[in-house]
């Protein structure tokens, strides 16, 4: 029975002590745990306990997670984390992606590469693919920029929120939909495959990661000391570049650098 016990309280220990970083589906659950675990491993050995990945169902699911302390660190769009930081206030940014030095990026609207629309008004009447309705750079930002172009949700044939910015791009490719809207470093990373780029938005902050206000001040550090550093070690590049290959490194994130994100959700129905 003392071994039973015993037993119990070193499992429950494991995972108490464990840090989840909460994941929205911004790819595929199995292209995020692909992507990203190197770095879990990483930040595993600097903290000396487990960090396990948490893919979220959607975003929502996501800033559930957050917001009731279920996740510890997570990694977010610049549209969720100015909702989060409206619903509980100021959290820990711990780093933001550079991609190519810049900690800066766009939306991008994608048709294929042998479409005969040139510009975003030619999207009247046409069907376009969209992310998640509450993602940044697949959904948000896309809205805005066709609502800047005069035309609204009722101007399109039909808009189609689909999972992640993986089925965006087969859906523009097979031909489903005309348009299609997804991150540029996704489409920079896929343009080979028959892809052309019909608007980019303005440059906008970053995703980052920010750590859940629970978290113990020790940890924090560690894990945005070790981030902001990863460029700096040919281990750490390995880490960057399995995350994506134009990952430059992590850089310093201030709340003011999100204040285009604001501006941008002001302008949204």
Same mark, same amino acid.
Do not use: C
């Given at each position: 029975?003392?071994?039973?016990?015993?037993?119990?309280?070193?499992?429950?220990?494991?995972?108490?002590?464990?840090?989840?970083?909460?994941?929205?589906?911004?790819?595929?659950?199995?292209? $995020?745990?692909?992507?990203?675990?190197?770095?879990?491993?990483?930040?595993?050995?600097?903290?000396?306990?487990?960090?396990?990945?948490?893919?979220?169902?959607?975003?929502?699911?996501?800033?559930?997670?957050?917001?009731?302390?279920?996740?510890?660190?997570?990694?977010?769009?610049?549209?969720?984390?100015?909702? $989060?930081?409206?619903?509980?206030?100021?959290?820990?940014?711990?780093?933001?992606?550079?991609?190519?030095?810049?900690?800066?990026?766009?939306?991008?609207?994608?048709?294929?590469?042998?479409?005969?629309?040139?510009?975003?008004?030619?999207?009247?009447?046409?069907?376009?693919?969209?992310?998640?309705?509450?993602?940044?750079?697949?959904?948000?930002?896309?809205?805005?920029?066709?609502?800047?172009?005069?035309?609204?949700?009722?101007?399109?044939?039909?808009?189609?929120?689909?999972?992640?910015?993986?089925?965006?791009?087969?859906?523009?490719?097979?031909?489903?939909?005309?348009?299609?809207?997804?991150?540029?470093?996704?489409?920079?990373?896929?343009?080979?495959?028959?892809?052309?780029?019909?608007?980019?938005?303005?440059p906008l902050s970053t995703h980052l990661f920010i750590a859940h206000s629970s978290l113990?001040?020790?940890?924090?550090?560690?894990?945005?000391?070790?981030?902001?550093?990863?460029?700096?070690?040919?281990?750490?590049?390995?880490?960057?570049?399995?995350?994506?290959?134009?990952?430059?490194?992590?850089?310093?994130?201030?709340?003011?650098?999100?204040?285009?994100?604001?501006?941008?959700?002001?302008?949204?129905?």
């Amino acid at each position: 029975m003392l071994k039973v016990v015993l037993l119990f309280l070193v499992v429950s220990l494991g995972v108490a002590d464990r840090i989840k970083i909460g994941f929205m589906p911004y790819l595929s659950a199995q292209t $995020i745990h692909d992507r990203y675990t190197p770095l879990a491993d990483h930040l595993s050995w600097v903290l000396d306990r487990p960090v396990r990945i948490v893919v979220a169902r959607n975003h929502a699911h996501q800033a559930e997670l957050f917001k009731k302390g279920a996740v510890d660190v997570a990694f977010l769009g610049g549209n969720p984390y100015v909702r $989060i930081v409206e619903a509980v206030g100021p959290q820990p940014i711990l780093a933001r992606f550079a991609f190519g030095g810049a900690p800066h990026f766009r939306s991008v609207i994608i048709v294929r590469e042998d479409s005969p629309l040139t510009a975003l008004e030619q999207l009247q009447n046409k069907r376009i693919a969209l992310g998640d309705p509450h993602s940044t750079l697949s959904s948000e930002v896309p809205l805005d920029l066709l609502h800047q172009a005069g035309l609204e949700a009722d101007d399109l044939a039909s808009i189609t929120h689909l999972s992640n910015h993986e089925n965006i791009l087969y859906g523009v490719l097979f031909g489903a939909f005309e348009a299609g809207a997804v991150a540029e470093e996704i489409f920079m990373e896929n343009r080979h495959r028959g892809l052309r780029a019909l608007s980019y938005s303005e440059p906008l902050s970053t995703h980052l990661f920010i750590a859940h206000s629970s978290l113990e001040d020790a940890d924090v550090r560690a894990i945005k000391e070790r981030l902001l550093t990863l460029h700096q070690s040919p281990q750490g590049q390995r880490i960057l570049r399995a995350i994506h290959p134009n990952l430059s490194g992590f850089v310093p994130g201030e709340d003011s650098d999100y204040d285009a994100h604001r501006a941008i959700l002001k302008r949204l129905p």
